[in-house]
């Protein structure tokens, strides 16, 4: 078997719900990313590309029909690139990384291009199907932005519960208070802003034509822990401690990694970025979801040979506050190595796009700081969790 490697990255900006990229499509937004990152390798015919995997979290709106085989032609690649869409919720499209890895591994691809999209914005009404025509009574629309929805009434209620009561439920059981999640929400505005003016974030960033928006629009550079501290909770009146500054917001955007072969580097003439050294999939209680990167992550350094005494860097995508400092506490790793360049909370989670984005940022940060190795690690609706090692091959 052969080795996987990050060869490039590229995301959109991730604008807000109901913001920027607003009346942009999603399969527009994936086309771009997918078209960029064969672009921008200087030696890749789009022929040469074994396949195009996007994750996807929603596939109920524009974004039907495949999304990835739609970017692929709207992309204006060669029809005979195939294209397949990948959900595991938040998840997906670090899940689409980890299946282009394996494909390379195993010799059934050279490059791929992996990555995924989301609009939460665009994201469709839906209506129950009547079971036979002409019924009676009014039916209920029912958003499919996030979270549950035509629930199954042989689950379990408490693994149904909201994505913020169950996290709630999860920073109570690891006693994580409000005050650590409001000064870890405003760092991660505060990293992020930084990074930008630093111009960490400029080679990786693809443009949305049409569109006048240069960086993430969920960032507030002066986003501070009294300010947070102020805010309503979301979910609880009482005893409540998530609230929407203490959360990652609802984004639209896409984000694309372009993987290959140790051999592919002649074809891309490109030097690959890093190494895919480990990967791991873990599932708990769907109601703990936002653990469940603990294990993931232990599993994938386990397969890669290393310690987190190894690791330098972490990209660990923020969907609350409270689940990412559990995750950090029961690593027992120092927090400061954590989403240096600032996190989902800041940064902003379109649901299919946030594991393509971890994987760039971790690639890149590995290169800028000289590390070694590092984990992308994501948390999941329904009690799931991802997490990728790379090493760094500058």
């Known amino acids: 078997m052969t080795s996987a490697y990050v060869y490039d990255a590229v995301r959109t900006p991730f604008g807000r719900y109901a913001g920027a990229l607003a009346a942009t499509r999603p399969d ?159 760092r991660s505005h505060r990293l992020a802003a930084a990074a930008w003016d630093d111009g960490f974030y400029d080679d990786q960033i693809v443009g949305v034509p049409g569109v006048d928006l240069e960086r993430d629009e969920s960032i507030r550079p002066t986003s501070t822990v009294e300010a947070l501290a102020g805010l309503k909770t979301s979910f609880r009146k009482e005893n409540g401690t998530i609230t929407a500054g203490n959360a990652s917001p609802l984004n639209d955007g896409a984000s694309a990694v372009l993987l290959g072969s140790e051999g592919a580097s002649a074809t891309l003439q490109l030097q690959p970025l890093a190494r895919i050294a480990g990967r791991g999939a873990a599932a708990n209680e769907p109601q703990f979801f936002g653990y469940a990167p603990v294990e993931a992550a232990n599993r994938a350094l386990a397969r890669a040979g290393i310690t987190w005494s190894d690791v330098s860097l972490v990209e660990l995508n923020e969907a609350f506050a409270a689940q990412s400092l559990a995750c950090i506490d029961a690593w027992g790793i120092d927090p400061e190595i954590v989403n240096i360049y600032g996190g989902a909370i800041a940064i902003g989670h379109p649901l299919g796009a946030s594991g393509g984005r971890i994987v760039g940022t971790l690639a890149r940060g590995l290169r800028k700081t000289g590390g070694r190795y590092g984990v992308a690690a994501i948390c999941i609706g329904v009690g799931q969790g991802l997490a990728v090692v790379l090493e760094n091959q500058g």
């Open 28 to 186: 527009d937004l994936a086309a771009l990313v997918v078209g960029e990152q064969v672009r921008r390798a200087p030696g890749l015919d789009g022929a040469a590309v074994d396949e195009v995997l996007l994750g996807n979290a929603n596939g109920a709106g524009e974004e039907n029909r495949n999304v990835a085989r739609m970017a692929v032609l709207l992309a204006g690649l060669p029809v005979s690139v195939p294209g397949s869409t990948i959900n595991r919720l938040c998840g997906s499209s670090l899940d689409a990384v980890i299946a282009g890895s394996r494909s390379i591994e195993t010799g059934d691809a050279e490059v791929i291009v992996a990555g995924g999209v989301e609009s939460m914005t665009r994201a469709p009404l839906v209506m129950r199907k009547p079971e036979k025509p002409y019924a009676a009574g009014n039916s209920e629309l029912v958003s499919t932005t996030l979270g549950w929805r035509l629930v199954n009434a042989r689950m379990q209620p408490e693994w149904t519960v909201s994505l913020g009561e169950a996290t709630e439920q999860l920073r109570e059981r690891y006693d994580v208070s409000r005050e650590r999640q409001d000064a870890f929400a405003a």
